[in-house]
DNA sequence: TATTGAGTCTGGAGTTCCTACAGGGTGTAC
DNA sequence: GTACACCCTGTAGGAACTCCAGACTCAATA
């Protein structure tokens, strides 16, 4: 663990900001390949797991389930052949991208108005709800 | 259950896209007011329900815990008598909402990238994992 | 109006995605 | 060589659902 590039699961931790106990579980339900080993057993890292480790971590926060994340990891590392199959699985993943975008305009736009309007000492009426309850 | 403005749990779970047990666990968890029965016992909802609960949905598809929409659901329901309260709770999820919209929009810019090279019959190398990954 | 079949009820168990110990081993710095 | 922080495995807990069993309700139809 000395080399400047390969480190402990408690490194990889602070670095992409994910629980140590969340990486050992990421590693059991197959988000992370299994990684090297110390002669005693410990984890060894490198910057790779960071990056990926990272970008779990914000599509989580994105409302990503682990599966669709395992399909977007699967995109990331050219695991398909067929460009058809790339394809698809990007455009139901941009609809659904956008879809989300469009929702997060509207309460940022609500929310915005309402920030604004107590700034003046104006209390607010909230239309948060109808905003996102339509189709 | 016959006047047109009251209607099943099975209804209401068909109009707000949210499971029927999802929407008796909401109510148990509080995020729901407790409905009206019939006679027999079976809740009765109204159209307001379908609002409030297709909000809660939209919310938790991006990513939202029920705790936070707890927070949003208080400020729709003009639950706080201070406008500074209002004015804090907002700005918090400002912040959080406008953090998703740009990673969210990374991911989109990446996707539709690699969506058209497809289309084009050119297999792209992926930097998906790059553009969420830094800070 | 009696029946039938879809819908709903409660309570409890199972799933996903973590998170927090307990009890023990590892690594390194003095 | 012994502290002390760190890591290991395994198991148990929590949040947010999801499913099921066995019983009851309701509307339609014969």
Do not use: W
């Given at each position: 663990?000395?080399?400047?590039?390969?480190?402990?699961?408690g490194v990889l931790s602070e670095r992409s900001g994910v629980n140590i106990e969340t990486i050992r579980y990421y590693e059991r339900?197959?988000?992370?390949?299994?990684?090297a080993r110390s002669p005693g057993g410990?984890?060894?890292y490198r910057t790779v797991?960071?990056?990926?480790l990272s970008f779990i971590r914000r599509a989580r926060d994105l409302g990503f389930s682990l599966d669709e994340i395992r399909?977007?990891?699967?995109?990331?590392?050219?695991k398909f052949r067929s460009c058809r199959r790339v394809h698809d699985i990007g455009l139901t993943h941009l609809t659904e991208v956008r879809a989300k975008i469009r929702d997060l305009r509207r309460m940022?736009?609500?929310?915005?108005?309402?920030?604004?309007?107590c700034a003046n000492g104006t209390m607010p009426t909230c239309p948060l709800l109808?905003?996102?309850a339509s189709a």
């Amino acid at each position: 663990m000395s080399a400047p590039d390969i480190f402990s699961i408690g490194v990889l931790s602070e670095r992409s900001g994910v629980n140590i106990e969340t990486i050992r579980y990421y590693e059991r339900a197959g988000l992370l390949q299994k990684p090297a080993r110390s002669p005693g057993g410990y984890r060894l890292y490198r910057t790779v797991d960071v990056t990926r480790l990272s970008f779990i971590r914000r599509a989580r926060d994105l409302g990503f389930s682990l599966d669709e994340i395992r399909h977007l990891l699967d995109l990331a590392d050219q695991k398909f052949r067929s460009c058809r199959r790339v394809h698809d699985i990007g455009l139901t993943h941009l609809t659904e991208v956008r879809a989300k975008i469009r929702d997060l305009r509207r309460m940022e736009g609500i929310l915005a108005t309402m920030v604004k309007a107590c700034a003046n000492g104006t209390m607010p009426t909230c239309p948060l709800l109808e905003v996102l309850a339509s189709a």
